[in-house]
């Protein structure tokens, strides 16, 4: 998030003195078109410094606009909240990448805590099992699978019958399993985590639960840009929103 209040001061005196009580109009309006370029520069840095970000990422920034009466406007990021534990609102996925902290559970992480799959210091990470899609996620289908064969949902929502399993197994359909919960010390010898049993018996790692708290360098230095911008745009929408009132014929 950035927040740029108002600063007479950026006017010229003598432009400031002949807007008279217009001008905390004036500096609010030009304080919401600079916050409006941020927002429609962001995706084309986004594109700049990530590989492929997807639609939802490009469009995730919001502006507060600024008024008179408050003296301040803010472009921040939305939240979006999914369903089933497999979302996560676009700031919290992008600020790691801005700030180069650490990065927080995801929706999906904190669901299998909450349904008691994974320990609260673990984190869920995309192995070899799965194909991450272009945009290096991982596809949204994959999700309602693991879900249903490890009977996760919620009130049984969602989950595989025992007759859905059966017919699964009869046709050779892979299976997904947590070794933990598998009989036999193979299984246990696997590295925690979410597996899938192939067709042919060989296994593989969908997710593997690791206590690494996984962090992020400054990938996306967001903040800068937004500065840079507000530098240099804030003058020009200035002196425009003052003309527009000074311009009008009844003042």
């Known amino acids: 998030m950035l927040t740029v209040r108002d600063n007479h001061q950026a006017f010229d005196a003598q432009l400031a003195r002949d807007l008279g009580r217009d001008l905390p109009f004036a500096v609010a309006r030009a304080i919401t078109w600079t916050l409006k370029d941020v927002q429609k520069n962001s995706p084309n840095w986004m594109r700049r410094d990530f590989d492929n970000p997807v639609r939802w990422t490009l469009n995730s920034m919001r502006v507060e606009p600024a008024t008179k009466?408050?003296?301040?406007?803010?472009?921040?990021?939305?939240?979006?909240?999914?369903?089933?534990?497999?979302?996560?609102?676009?700031?919290?996925?992008?600020l790691p990448n801005i700030k180069g902290t650490r990065r927080p559970h995801t929706r999906w992480e904190k669901f299998l805590i909450a349904r008691g799959v994974m320990h609260r210091n673990e984190y869920a990470m995309p192995a070899s099992g799965i194909r991450l899609d272009r945009h290096g996620n991982v596809p949204s289908r994959i999700y309602p699978e693991i879900i249903a064969q490890l009977?996760?949902?919620?009130?049984?929502?969602?989950?595989?019958?025992?007759?859905?399993?059966?017919?699964?197994?009869?046709?050779?359909?892979?299976r997904i399993f947590i070794p933990q919960l598998a009989k036999g010390t193979a299984a246990n010898s696997l590295h925690r985590g979410i597996w899938h049993r192939r067709k042919d018996g060989t296994i593989e790692?969908?997710?593997i639960f690791t206590e690494n708290w996984p962090a992020y360098e400054v990938r996306f230095p967001w903040k800068v840009y937004a500065r840079k911008t507000v530098a240099n745009h804030l003058p020009h929408q200035l002196r425009r929103s003052a003309r527009m009132i000074l311009s009008k014929p009844n003042r």
């Open 69 to 94: 009466r408050k003296g301040y406007g803010r472009v921040y990021f939305k939240d979006e909240h999914k369903a089933g534990g497999k979302g996560t609102n676009a700031g919290r996925y992008l």
């Open 151 to 174: 009977r996760l949902g919620i009130n049984g929502i969602g989950n595989a019958s025992e007759t859905t399993m059966r017919r699964r197994k009869a046709r050779g359909v892979g």
């Open 205 to 207: 790692p969908l997710f």
